[in-house]
């Protein structure tokens, strides 16, 4: 004679299973919400990376530079130059490429100083420019920071 059993899951095994697969699937979209913000962080910081190499290029290439014939443009002047600040931030960080309209605005901070350098008592006429780019994401205020030597063109 044969026996019919049934099988079945029990009221409390099903809801152990779909208590396993929320905590995996909140861990899956807790991991992707990480990386989307790291992804944003980076993207932040290559747009300053690109404010921030502009500007030295247009420290290395302005023209003329000749101290001795007091041809200094006013990239190359010596001291502290701002563009933008943090109560008012314009330089654009970040745009969006689907609507074209800036989503991030930075400011930037570029000090120019003489290095005094000399060789046999000749001034070698070298410029020292760091440019700082700042910006600020979700409250915290991020900064990209390079550095060049400009020399005389003659």
């Given at each position: 004679?044969?026996?019919?059993?049934?099988?079945?899951?029990?009221?409390?095994e099903?809801?152990?299973?779909?208590?396993?697969?929320?905590?995996?699937?909140?861990?899956?979209?807790?991991?992707?919400?990480?990386?989307?913000?790291?992804?944003?962080?980076?993207?932040?910081k290559?747009?300053?990376?690109?404010?921030?190499?502009?500007?030295?290029?247009?420290?290395?290439?302005?023209?003329?530079?000749?101290?001795?014939?007091?041809?200094?443009?006013?990239?190359?002047?010596?001291?502290?130059?701002?563009?933008?600040?943090?109560?008012?931030?314009?330089?654009?960080?970040?745009?969006?490429?689907?609507?074209?309209?800036?989503?991030?605005?930075?400011?930037?901070?570029?000090?120019?100083?003489?290095?005094?350098?000399?060789?046999?008592?000749?001034?070698?006429?070298?410029?020292?420019?760091?440019?700082?780019?700042?910006?600020?994401?979700?409250?915290?205020?991020?900064?990209?920071?390079m550095?060049?030597?400009?020399?005389?063109?003659?």
């Open positions: 004679m044969r026996r019919n059993t049934l099988h079945a899951f029990t009221l409390l099903a809801m152990v299973s779909i208590g396993v697969l929320g905590s995996g699937a909140a861990s899956a979209i807790a991991c992707l919400l990480q990386l989307n913000y790291n992804a944003t962080l980076s993207r932040l290559t747009g300053a990376g690109t404010v921030a190499q502009n500007q030295i290029d247009t420290i290395l290439s302005i023209q003329p530079y000749n101290p001795q014939y007091n041809q200094i443009p006013p990239q190359l002047a010596v001291g502290i130059t701002l563009t933008g600040s943090p109560q008012n931030p314009t330089v654009p960080i970040y745009t969006d490429p689907v609507s074209g309209t800036v989503v991030v605005y930075g400011w930037v901070v570029t000090n120019v100083s003489d290095t005094n350098q000399s060789v046999s008592g000749v001034n070698l006429n070298l410029r020292q420019a760091n440019v700082s780019v700042f910006y600020t994401f979700r409250g915290k205020t991020y900064q990209v920071q550095n060049t030597l400009r020399g005389s063109d003659i």
